[in-house]
């Protein structure tokens, strides 16, 4: 920001309102020439700007999508289309984007070659179904089938007990 000195002869009544003046007038000018700046941060742009960048790198907001997932899906669009393709960089996306842990399973006996597995938890795939068809469609490997699948956590107790028994056979005869 532009700050006004004026030297100490010029100290005065009227000046320092002149001053004042001055410097509220360039503290406008530099916000003017600093918003077209801040409308490139997805974070923080106008919604309609936000359609521009969305635009811009080839994404399409879904029916019913938040507009916070909205901004983060149009802020990542270049690492998670340089991410698309890979097992590790599917799993950086999804992490990204807030879905969380998938393990995923490629080429398993007895299934096709083609098919890919996408194991999430019963409250991932709830929570986000339109979003994981999005982002499969958008950033899958190209022909190959995904089968989502749920990881349900069972707990499970184990007693551990040390046990001695000792047999005996005896045989009676007559």
Known sequence: MIKIDLPFWLDGAELTKLKAAAQSWWENVEGWLRWPLLQMDADTCHITVLDLLAWQRDITRFKGEPESLYRLRVKHA???????????????????LGVGYVEIEERQPDRDWDVVLLRFSDSQLSQNPEL????????????????????????????????????QTLVARL
């Open 132 to 167: 994981l068809r999005v982002l499969i469609q958008q950033y899958g490997r190209t022909c190959r089938r995904y089968d989502f699948s749920t990881i349900t956590p069972v707990p499970v107790q184990i007693a551990l007990v040390h046990f001695h028994d000792d047999q």
């Open 78 to 96: 270049f690492i998670n289309a340089v991410d698309a393709g890979s097992t590790a960089g599917m799993k950086r996306i999804l992490v990204r």
